[in-house]
């Protein structure tokens, strides 16, 4: 079995209101994420799901429960700067919003922000620089302010930032909630080369059905609770479930079990387009052959 | 709209100047204030415009661009060549009316002035300002205060606070262009009114981008966190600056500079103010 790099025991975490009042966010969370996984978090606006993100990147402290980051328990009480930052470093974190992570006015220069605060020298700084741009096919713009670029153009030059420090597991929080179907497309890729090709472990929290379904592994969360947790397609099946957490199923998923519903010979766990027309296309010739 | 504004300005190029390490040009821009400030004589005036005009030959900027760089003070150099017309007694009686004396030594005092500050403001523009980016001069003026540190004094966090302002102009020119539009749509009106009724209406502009700044302000600083950001302590650059032959060059030239304004004054004292 792979090592697990981030495991969360018992976790729960509550937001205190100003009068005091403490409104719980997760309850008892348990999860193991696996190195080199791609794991998508999926739940509705509120679910918790970023608010576990922050608790990995220990942004935030857990209420009770445990927390262990590369198979050591973190406790950031018990912590030095340097520890904090060395788990920092390893897991990086992209936000949604692209305009709130850049740093600089040149791009080559927020790249190199995250690198220069871990002291690295210069001349390994420009080389990590002009790898993660090229990376993220950012090579052109390196010279670039940040404001000329697009929303998906401005993501993946935080992803190159984030790259730059080399991080063995990074969080997308709601990375492509922000950007229009292209940008969106943009980054979803480069999300699936790191996994792919570098081997980087990636947790991908969400809301999108359809970039979820490009993980190897689903978790939804409602309320701050496991609901399910396995492959895109077992998790997929379970419609009742996911609508009553407020989560809509993809289209493909949908269309496939409403006919299969009705009787037509249909798996229910197809996800994306392309096996939905497979399946259509497979019925379809074979009544052909019936007539 | 708001987005045609031109920020700071900055004009791209490939003189001699703009490639000077942008430490030096502070110093240099230093020095040639100072070399202003010392002309007192006719010909030290004269050779202080030489001075100018070549320096702005040597930038390669146009002349109109330069010139304009004078629009904003001209009330300034007005105001100051009146004063020194109407009140600096002297010796020489040019005209005289009723309660009004003009002597020589007011019109020539004038004068100088306001070649002083036309020298002073074109001179600035040349060397730093039309020709340094916005973040070389940021960068370098984090690197000439460094020896402030011993001090206790945060230059690093005063730079990275100056960078983040300039990262984010644009940005936040680009959300008042949006909630004006979005004011607009639910009927406020910018353009007309008296100018109390006009600042009036810019209040629900100002409110919401405040509290979106706030809520940038946070994201940001936690963006910086994940990025390992501590301060300036244990933080390693990734351009360095290294002095060239023209950067050595440039400071003896501005030595050189200095040196004949004092010669200058000594050996030609001809209109001395």
Request: aromatic share 8%.
């Amino acid at each position: 079995m792979a090592e697990i790099v981030i495991k969360a025991e018992n976790l729960s975490f509550f937001y205190e209101e100003d009068d005091g009042a403490k409104i719980p966010v997760l309850q008892n969370f348990d999860l193991e994420i696996e190195k080199g996984s791609f794991v998508a978090l999926l739940g509705h606006n509120g679910s918790g799901k970023s608010t576990l993100a922050k608790l990995f990147n220990l942004i935030l402290t857990p209420e009770s429960g445990n927390l262990y980051l590369f198979g050591k328990r973190v406790d950031e009480n018990e912590m030095t700067d340097d520890e904090l930052f060395e788990i920092r470093r390893r897991i990086g974190m992209v936000f949604q919003n692209p305009d709130n992570q850049l740093v600089a006015t040149i791009v080559e220069e927020d790249v190199a922000f995250g690198p220069e605060n871990l002291g690295v020298p210069p001349k390994e700084i420009r080389q990590r620089v002009d790898d993660a741009l090229d990376f993220v096919k950012m090579k052109k713009f390196a010279r670039h302010s940040p404001h000329q670029l697009s929303g998906g153009q401005k993501q993946r030059v935080a992803i190159a930032g984030i790259l730059a420090c080399k991080p063995e597991v990074i969080i997308f929080d709601e990375s492509t909630a922000m950007l229009d179907p292209l940008g969106r497309a943009e980054v979803m890729s480069t999300i699936e080369t790191l996994n792919k090709e570098f081997g980087t472990t990636i947790v991908l929290i969400t809301h999108y059905m359809e970039e979820a379904t490009k993980a190897g592994r689903v978790v939804v969360i409602d309320n701050g609770k496991k609901l399910l947790d396995g492959t895109p397609k077992e998790v997929f099946k379970e419609t009742k479930i996911l609508r009553k957490a407020g989560l809509d199923i993809p289209q493909t998923t949908l269309l496939l079990q409403e006919l299969a519903d009705m009787g037509y010979d249909l798996p229910r766990n197809a996800l994306t387009p392309e096996e939905g027309a497979e399946a259509l296309a497979k019925i379809l010739s074979e009544k052909e052959k019936i007539k | 709209m708001l987005k045609d504004i031109t920020l700071g300005q900055f004009f791209p190029g490939n003189s001699v100047l703009h490639r000077l390490d942008p430490r030096v040009k502070i110093v240099i821009c230093i020095a040639y204030i100072v070399g202003i400030f010392l002309c007192n004589s006719l010909a030290a005036y004269i050779f202080l415009i030489a001075m100018t005009v070549l320096l702005m030959l040597i930038s390669q900027l146009p002349v109109k661009t330069v010139l304009k760089g004078i629009q904003p003070v001209v009330v300034i150099i007005i105001f100051t060549a009146v004063l020194n017309v109407f009140w600096r007694g002297g010796e020489t009686e040019l005209f005289s009316f009723w309660i009004i004396t003009i002597y020589l030594e007011g019109v020539t005092s004038a004068i100088f002035m306001m070649i002083r500050i036309i020298a002073l403001v074109i001179g600035t523009c040349i060397i730093l300002t039309y020709t340094t980016s916005p973040i070389a001069l940021t960068d370098a003026i984090e690197r000439l205060l460094s020896p402030l540190r011993i001090f206790k004094i945060p230059v690093h966090e005063f730079a990275m606070m100056m960078t983040i302002a300039l990262r984010f102009i644009p940005t936040l020119i680009e959300e008042t262009d949006k909630i004006m539009n979005a004011q607009k749509a639910r009927g406020s009106d910018f353009s007309t009114g008296s100018l109390a009724e006009r600042a009036k209406a810019l209040v629900p502009v100002l409110v919401p981008l405040f509290i979106s700044s706030f809520r940038r302000a946070d994201e940001l600083a936690v963006a910086m966190e994940c990025r390992c950001y501590r301060g300036g302590s244990g933080r390693t650059r990734m351009t360095q600056l290294h002095l060239a032959k023209r950067d050595f060059f440039s400071i003896l030239l501005t030595a050189l500079f200095i040196a004949s304004v004092l010669l200058i004054n000594q050996y030609f004292p001809i209109y001395v103010v």
